[in-house]
């Protein structure tokens, strides 16, 4: 991913999973969307994560949840 140029915030080895930077994703959709697989989001306050799979690692990223009127 980094040879990719997606900016990896974290990476946590012993849940198998990598934390990317949100302004990464176009480029992640680009260079692994054919992929990208179990997508799920869950709200966690004012922020939602985002996890997908990708070859067996868990991809989370957190977006701004939209307040509803």
Do not use: P, Y
């Not at 992640?28 to 004012?46: I, T, Y």
């Amino acid at each position: 991913m980094r040879d990719a140029g997606i900016a990896i915030k974290a990476l946590v080895l012993s849940d198998n999973k990598i934390f990317v930077d949100c302004k990464s994703l176009d480029l992640l959709s680009r260079q692994f969307g054919h992929e990208l697989r179990g997508m799920r989001c869950n709200a966690e306050g004012l922020f939602a994560r985002n996890t997908a799979t990708i070859r067996g690692i868990g991809v989370v990223w957190f977006t701004q949840v939209k307040k509803q009127d």
